[in-house]
Nanobody, 118 residues
Framework: QVQLVESGGGLVQPGGSLRLSCVAS????????MGWYRQAPGKQRESVAR???????NYAAALEGRFTISSDNAKNTVYLQMNSLKPEDTAVYYC????????????WGQGTQVTVSS
């Protein structure tokens, strides 16, 4: 199993930006998929953005244009750039990687809290 450590969360005002990082314990180059999910209080965990081997990406419809997923293979790191943040973006953000297409659950990080408030 891959160990994942997220960072970069915090308190930000509406309209602000944050960049989350997820460092993996080993190379991410060959992973089938990497993604960010979030869970707000009282709500189910939802997909935010995913990146697949080969570079294709997929975003939650409501977030596309504000959030961008990227990776740096040399640093074994996946990023989530979040712009124009809104109070409804407040949640714990989790990183997930799937090593192969058969790895349907994948590995999860511990999460990082993002709070958007004035």
């Amino acid at each position: 199993q891959v160990q994942l450590v997220e960072s970069g969360g915090g308190l930000v005002q509406p309209g602000g930006s944050l960049r989350l990082s997820c460092v993996a314990s080993r190379t991410i180059f060959s992973f089938y998929a990497m993604g960010w999910y979030r869970q707000a209080p009282g709500k189910q965990r939802e997909s935010v953005a995913r990146m697949y081997r080969g570079g294709s990406t997929n975003y939650a419809a409501a977030l596309e244009g504000r959030f961008t997923i990227s990776s740096d293979n040399a640093k074994n790191t996946v990023y989530l750039q979040m712009n124009s943040l809104k109070p409804e973006d407040t949640a714990v953000y989790y990183c997930n990687v799937r090593e192969t297409v058969l790895d349907v659950v994948g590995s999860w990080g511990q999460g990082t809290q993002v709070t958007v408030s004035s």
